[in-house]
């Protein structure tokens, strides 16, 4: 079979994704059953894969979704029982004290303390904690979703205290014991270069954010509402890449995001307390009233304004469960501390699935799951609630749980499926593998402008940057030796690609949906954050290009070219909307929740 077909069939069960979810707007529960029976099918009629290692890899499946389905429990648990305690409401009044501004707050939970939330735990976290919180605060569903998915880009290659690097990265390239006898210093040095492509990247990530919001969700649907923030956006970007890039290049991959996050809450909370470059007083921004709102932005979940048996709660009690998550999440997740080993002995597993080497397991007392249940039951006892409302935080999240099953039930064994594919009785590599290879040997010396969106690739079938590491990383060293470039650049674009891809990823965004009552939406979603995603891989990619050929190319080479376009684009929409922009009616009024 040539290799143009073989890529085109490789490409079939993210066509059908692309058609059917994003383009003919099918909600995942639909959508992803189709995906499934495509890649089985090609499975075992194309690549003529055993039928026992495409069950075991869909069981395999099934058991990840589980897993997946614990934590959305856990992070919707958590909550409705800040619902039902009054801690939310307290919450609630705390950001509006910080700003009442809609913008600064997305900034400041999404960009910063997801952030944070990424570096401690990784794999979707960021979106179970901060996405919950800010529907809480008021924002629609969708616009949470939206801003959690987008920010999943920068600090993911550094999540769960580096897994994406030395796991996925290291792993990847240790297949290979030709290229190195020092795995972890080869990795630790592509991810220094990992961390400078991304903070370039990352510049803009807050101000996107922030015009998405804007433009989809706004009272006047406009992207030069969100332009406006465009100093504060920039100064909050900066406050967490500087320290993140320096952690990654003088301490290694473990602690970027989670110091990167910090140092930004540090800095960027007081200075917006102050109004640092923020908007005048009196333009304000917030959503339109909720009876106003598009039904499709507002998910199952029906928070109440509720207060504190008291009538008030202090600040330090109610945000106290949310510093618990990040301080449990780190110290579990730290090998030099004795939790982690603990944690992770216990393991219910499925070892070599029908006689295969695929192998299941969970580890439910290292799940983010259960870290969300531990602190659920604390803030029961803290915030001295009574058993019918605690019972009833349950009863809610059973429910919105149990809506999110049936989308997950068939993404996540589809994706295993679609990189277990390989070794079938046809000879071919997996399908992720044929598809990337028909693309390099396509593109030749301006690979370097595909690599991430092969990395992103990986990640928006595999659900992982980690997993999209390990699978591309020393395919995409080669393809850097073979076209004559400094191969540990190539593998840092896989990285970043594969971090980006997290925005775009369907069972993040089922995921991410799910915690906030939005099943169904997914596609919609994706329409939104395809932009973001695009911006990210094809400016790193530009960037990657026009280092590795400097040498040869000179410094206005190709890639170097577009990262001026981009650059002086974005420099043009911004001196553009402050000319033009109204100002904005003051739109400080009680938050209907």
Request: with cysteine; hydrophobic share 55%.
């Amino acid at each position: 079979m040539s290799t143009g077909m073989l890529a085109f069939l490789s490409l079939l069960p993210i066509i059908v994704v692309a058609v059917f979810l994003v383009g003919l707007r099918w909600p995942a529960s639909q959508a992803m059953p189709i995906s499934f029976v495509v890649a089985v099918a090609l499975a075992l009629l194309v690549w003529r894969v055993p039928g026992a290692t495409v069950a075991a890899a869909s069981v395999n499946g099934l058991v990840t979704a589980v897993s997946l389905l614990y934590i959305i429990f856990g992070a919707i648990l958590l909550l409705n029982t800040l619902q039902e305690s009054g801690g939310l409401k307290t919450i609630r009044q705390g950001f509006t004290d910080i700003s009442p501004d809609r913008r600064v707050q997305v900034i400041i939970i999404a960009w910063l303390f997801g952030s944070f939330i990424e570096g401690s735990a990784g794999f979707g976290t960021p979106a179970a904690v901060a996405v919950p919180l800010m529907v809480g605060l008021g924002f629609p569903a969708m616009a949470a979703v939206v801003a959690g998915m987008a920010i999943q880009s920068t600090p993911v290659s550094f999540g769960a205290a580096g897994t994406p690097m030395l796991v996925g990265v290291q792993e990847g390239l240790a297949a290979d014991p030709s290229i190195t006898s020092n795995f972890l210093a080869l990795t630790t040095e592509i991810a220094g270069k990992v961390a400078i492509l991304h903070a370039v990247a990352g510049l803009f990530i807050p101000l996107f954010m922030v015009a998405l919001m804007t433009r989809f969700f706004g009272k006047n649907k406009s992207f030069a509402e969100g332009i406006k923030m465009w100093k504060f956006a920039l100064f909050a970007s900066v406050a967490m890449t500087i320290p993140y890039a320096l952690t990654a290049n003088l301490l290694g991959p473990e602690f970027p995001a989670m110091i990167g996050g910090l140092v930004g809450l540090a800095i960027v909370i007081p200075a917006a307390k102050k109004g640092f470059l923020m908007p005048p007083e009196g333009e304000t921004w917030d959503f339109d009233e909720k009876s106003k709102w598009n039904p499709e932005w507002i998910g199952s979940i029906d928070l109440k304004d509720v207060a504190h048996k008291s009538g008030s709660m202090s600040m330090g009690k109610a945000w106290t469960p949310y510093l618990l998550i990040g301080l449990l999440l780190v110290i579990t997740r730290l090998e030099a501390l004795p939790f982690n080993e603990w944690l992770n002995s216990w393991t219910l597993g499925l070892n070599n699935l029908f006689g295969t080497d695929i192998s299941a397991g969970f580890e439910p007392l290292f799940s983010p799951g259960s870290v969300f249940l531990v602190v659920s039951l604390i803030t029961f006892a803290l915030h001295g609630m009574n058993g019918s409302a605690y019972k009833k935080a349950w009863a809610q999240s059973a429910k919105t749980m149990i809506a999110a099953s049936a989308a997950l039930i068939f993404t996540v064994p589809m994706v295993q499926v679609f990189l277990n594919s390989g070794g079938g009785a046809a000879g071919y590599a997996s399908m992720p593998v044929e598809l990337a290879g028909a693309v390099a040997s396509a593109a030749g010396e301006f690979w370097p402008l595909f690599g991430t969106f092969i990395g992103g690739m990986g990640a928006f079938i595999a659900g992982s940057n980690t997993v999209s590491n390990m699978m591309f990383s020393l395919f995409q060293f080669d393809v850097g030796s073979r076209i004559g470039v400094d191969p540990t650049w190539i593998v840092a674009l896989q990285a970043v690609g594969g971090a980006a891809g997290n925005m775009i990823c369907v069972h993040n965004v089922v995921a991410a949906c799910a915690v906030v009552g939005l099943v169904g939406k997914e596609g919609a979603i994706i329409r939104k954050t395809i932009f973001p995603f695009l911006y990210y891989a094809l400016l790193t990619g530009a960037l990657g290009y026009s280092i590795v050929w400097f040498g040869e190319k000179g410094l206005f080479n190709l890639g170097t070219l577009i990262v001026l376009f981009i650059a002086l684009a974005a420099c043009y929409i911004i001196a553009g909307n402050n000319k033009r922009l109204p100002v904005i009616p003051n739109q400080d009024k009680k938050i209907e929740m």
